[in-house]
């Protein structure tokens, strides 16, 4: 299979923002709602009917239905669960804890190219990614809830092929 890491603007996997965080854009909207943090009638409003993929709409839409995920789990996340997310953040803090920073400024700055970004953060200012962090604490976590929803979904997967005897 093709890596499954987030693809470049142009789509390829080959060009990734991160050799470890997986494509969210890979998550099923189904199990989002099977492990209750979408409602079934949440997927009418992320259903596309084209022929062909348009994939900013696909992008924009699976974002808006992890962000509604995240604010539910939130809301509604047992201690088990919360445990499970801490553990995933610490045991692959290595890439993700840099990953979830530069994918919060990054989504903020409109997905615009570091270079473009503020002098501050752009340099990598000790002081300015304190700040950041600090101010957008909610934001940077919820990047850590996605990696760990698509880990969770994929290694799910993965599991249940091998189960099957698919290897």
């Not at 492990?35 to 900013?56: K, Q, V």
Request: include cysteine; aromatic fraction near 14%; charge should be positive.
């Amino acid at each position: 299979i093709l890596p499954l890491t987030i693809p470049d603007s142009l789509g390829s996997p080959f060009a990734s923002r991160s050799a470890f965080a997986l494509n969210w854009m890979l998550t099923s909207p189904e199990v989002l709602v099977e492990s209750g943090l979408l409602r079934s009638t949440d997927l009418a409003a992320y259903r596309l009917t084209a022929t062909r993929i348009p994939y900013r709409s696909v992008y924009r839409k699976k974002h808006t239905m992890l962000r509604r995920a995240y604010a539910t789990f939130r809301q509604n996340v047992s201690k088990h669960e919360w445990e499970q997310l801490k553990t995933f953040r610490r045991r692959e803090r290595v890439w993700l804890t840099d990953y979830c920073l530069y994918q919060s400024i990054k989504h903020r700055q409109e997905d615009a190219p570091w270079y473009h970004w503020p002098k501050s953060l752009r340099q990598a200012s000790t002081k300015a990614l304190t700040k950041w962090r600090r101010e957008h604490a909610d934001d940077v976590s919820f990047y850590a809830f996605e990696q760990w929803i698509a880990h969770r979904q994929w290694f799910a997967l993965k599991n249940s092929a091998k189960n099957h005897g698919i290897t």
